[in-house]
């Protein structure tokens, strides 16, 4: 990731300001979901869904991508998705499974990084499309399970969402792979 001149690359810019809101709002989701308070989950994930969309189109838009941005954002998008996995599978909502196979990539990715950046000393991260459709899929399946009266179509969202993140993992770890195999 590149960041712009205009802007330093740790400035706090408005799209960083809607990253660190949508790592606010996640612990708020999270007690409205566990304690199971109608239509307020719902509401709040779906301010946390935009900000996520509105940061990256702000920092395009604005020409204000930063290093900090491109490091916060994809921990807020697995702080807010790996954790509401976690609680709808608890309260039986979704299988654990699912919650399995979101973690497992999510955890992948953050060791893989770190492995990537300790033998290179560069690690940028760079969203791909399947990562970005991976999200996307993640968010739609936390949104159609806090509906009750959808729920009943989760499965035509899951499935795609579940194969989607399974190639994404799948990809992430062949790019990690290049980057490693490029040092020797």
């Known amino acids: 990731m590149t960041t712009d001149t205009s802007v330093r690359p740790y400035q706090m810019t408005w799209s ?3 990253t660190v809101g949508r790592l606010l709002l ?35 838009a604005w020409k ?4 900090l941005g491109a490091f916060l954002d994809p921990i807020a998008d697995k702080l807010l998705l790996g954790s509401s996995f976690l609680v709808l599978a608890v309260l039986g909502v979704l299988p654990m499974w699912v919650f399995i ?12 990084w770190n492995v990537v950046y300790v ?9 791909r499309w399947l990562g ?4 996307f899929l993640q968010m739609a399946v936390v949104v159609v399970a806090l509906i009750p009266e959808v729920r009943d179509g989760l499965l035509w969202v899951l499935w795609p969402m579940v194969v989607a993140t399974t190639l994404s993992s799948v990809e992430y770890v062949w790019i990690g792979s290049k980057k490693i195999g490029a040092l020797g």
């Open 16 to 18: 960083n300001r809607l």
């Open 26 to 60: 996640t612990p708020v989701f999270l007690i409205a979901l566990s304690n199971r308070v109608p239509v307020w989950p719902l509401v709040i994930f779906f301010l946390a869904a935009l900000t996520d969309v509105l940061d990256g189109a702000l920092a395009r």
């Open 64 to 67: 204000q991508r930063t290093r």
């Open 101 to 112: 196979v979101v973690f497992s990539r999510d955890l992948m990715i953050l060791i893989g």
């Open 119 to 127: 033998l290179t000393q560069s690690a940028t991260v760079e969203p």
């Open 132 to 135: 970005k459709s991976t999200t």
